[in-house]
Nanobody, 124 residues
Framework: QVQLVESGGGSVQAGGSLKLSCTNS????????MGWFRQAPGKEREFVAG????????YYAASVKGRFTISRDNAKNTVYLQVSVLKPEDTAVYFC?????????????????WGQGTQVTVSS
């Protein structure tokens, strides 16, 4: 069973950085592909970054590529999202998600387990 808890959000000025963490308190974390999504008020949840179960493959939304980095430590049951060069439009609640997928997954429906989210607020 996967139980995800995000942390690391906060308020920063434009250009700043944060490191988000998502820890699984359940078992078998290493067998899941993981993703980060975000949702701003009044908008749909959107894909940010994903990482395959092995950690060997990562992929990003075009809007964050080059600024955000996803990584995982299976020994610590944790996936990370380093967010840098933040912009006001990055303001959102950030969610991590776990799924057993084949290939690259970027749609919310492809992930079966979700955390509660952590707020990131970027001021100009």
């Amino acid at each position: 069973q996967v139980q995800l808890v995000e942390s690391g959000g906060g308020s920063v000025q434009a250009g700043g950085s944060l490191k988000l963490s998502c820890t699984n308190s359940g078992r078998t974390f290493s067998s899941y592909d993981m993703g980060w999504f975000r949702q701003a008020p009044g908008k749909e949840r959107e894909f940010v970054a994903g990482i395959r179960w092995s950690g060997n493959t990562t992929y990003y939304a075009a809007s964050v590529k080059g600024r955000f980095t996803i990584s995982r430590d299976n020994a610590k049951n944790t996936v990370y999202l380093q967010v840098s060069v933040l912009k006001p439009e990055d303001t959102a609640v950030y969610f991590c998600a776990a799924g057993s997928v084949v290939g690259i997954a970027s749609k919310p429906a492809e992930f079966g387990s979700w955390g509660q989210g952590t707020q990131v607020t970027v001021s100009s």
